[in-house]
């Protein structure tokens, strides 16, 4: 089984709705981060939580939110989805000690 | 701001041969620097972590190197392979464990 696990890996939806894209590791890691990739751009981090009780915005939170129920949970919300949050958003944790980041095997966002 | 440059955006080359791919970024305050690959429909899979008082690490075939104070690194393929075709991606860890990628270089290895 996989370690960080993202679910749906495929979305398509339409403006306005809301979405939630959730993360789930079983490393054990008190880090925890979302990313998204768009073309040209590489990946850009949104959030990231370093335990239960800390949320920190990256560098494009605008439009997201997230929630962290349990050390092993991690989930992004879209409030009211728009065209350009059309992405492949990436899930990823890591350890203080080592600072490798682990990544999941992304979820591929449409918003039409 | 820190900028990451991933110089060329895609590389074909032959089996057999030996490439470097190259990766330049503009703020040398970095903790450490990690060459990423990735797969079509997969994630990011670590290759090689350089912490910022290092000067190289070596896996197999690969080798990763740190010019910090010209803001350049080097990740060195020997004996490229057809399962090494991915794309590369590189990216610089600063404070508040913050990642800033590249664009990455699509890697094509010709059997």
């Known amino acids: 089984d996989a370690d960080v696990t993202q679910t749906p890996r495929n979305r398509i939806t339409k403006t306005g709705k809301r979405i939630m894209l959730e993360c789930s590791q079983t490393?054990?890691?008190?880090?925890m981060y979302w990313y998204r990739q768009d073309p040209g751009l590489g990946l850009r981090l949104i959030y990231y939580?370093?335990?239960?009780?800390?949320?920190n915005k990256g560098e494009i939170s605008d439009g997201y939110s997230v929630s962290r129920q349990a050390q092993a949970k991690f989930s992004l919300s879209l409030e009211s989805a728009i065209p350009n949050q059309t992405a492949l958003y990436f899930c990823?944790?890591?350890?203080?000690?080592?600072?490798?980041?682990?990544f999941g095997p992304g979820t591929r966002l449409t918003v039409l | 701001k820190q900028e990451v440059t991933q110089i060329p955006a895609a590389l074909s080359v032959p089996e057999g041969e030996n490439l470097v791919l190259n990766c330049s970024f503009t703020?040398?305050?970095?903790?450490?620097l990690q060459w990423f690959r990735q797969d079509p429909g997969k994630g990011l899979t670590s290759l090689l972590l350089?912490?910022?008082?290092?000067r190289e690490q070596t896996s197999g075939r690969l080798n990763a190197s740190l010019d910090k104070s010209s803001g350049r690194s080097t990740l060195y393929i020997a004996a490229s392979q057809p399962g090494d075709s991915a794309t590369y991606l590189c990216?610089?860890?600063?404070?508040?464990?913050?990642?800033?990628f590249g664009q990455g270089t699509r890697l094509t290895i010709n059997p």
């Open positions: 990216a610089v860890l600063q404070g508040a464990q913050k990642l800033v």
């Open positions: 990823a944790t890591s350890e203080a000690r080592t600072d490798t980041q682990y």
């Open positions: 939580s370093f335990d239960v009780k800390d949320i």
């Open positions: 350089i912490q910022s008082s290092q």
């Open positions: 703020d040398s305050a970095i903790y450490n």
């Open positions: 490393k054990g890691h008190d880090r």
